[in-house]
């Protein structure tokens, strides 16, 4: 098993830029597909991004693409989830994941371990 530790999160203006960590624990990340996820209060889990074992470049949705930065330092075992020019409709809890098999790598459900979760708040 691993485990996910996030931190990072914070109130921030907006057009601010924050990083968020994800720290593993009890296995390494290069075995995992790692993802981010948000969800901002009375809203469904939002897929944010991911990125593949290897060098396999990170995979983001329209929404969030060009403005987050997905990266791994696996001798940190540390996944980063970068974000810049922070908009109101960021703030949200975010979340990391690890998938061991990479099917659907954009569905919530298919990832087998999650962290606790770090809240963002953007101030307008």
């Known amino acids: 098993q691993v485990q996910l530790e996030e931190s990072g999160g914070g109130l921030v203006q907006a057009g601010g830029s924050l990083r968020l960590s994800c720290v593993a624990s009890?296995?390494?990340?290069?075995?995992?597909?790692m993802a981010w996820f948000r969800q901002a209060p009375g809203k469904v889990r939002e897929f944010v991004g991911y990125i593949g074992r290897g060098d396999r470049s990170p995979y983001y949705p329209d929404s969030v693409k060009g403005r987050f930065t997905i990266s791994r330092d696996n001798a940190q075992n540390t996944v980063y989830l970068q974000i810049d020019n922070l908009k109101f409709e960021d703030t949200a809890a975010y979340f990391c994941?690890?998938?061991?098999?990479?099917?659907?790598?954009?569905?919530?459900?298919?990832?087998?371990?999650w962290g606790q979760g770090t809240q963002v708040t953007v101030s307008s």
């Open positions: 994941a690890a998938d061991a098999e990479g099917y659907l790598p954009t569905i919530a459900a298919q990832y087998d371990y």
């Open positions: 009890g296995r390494t990340i290069s075995e995992y597909v």
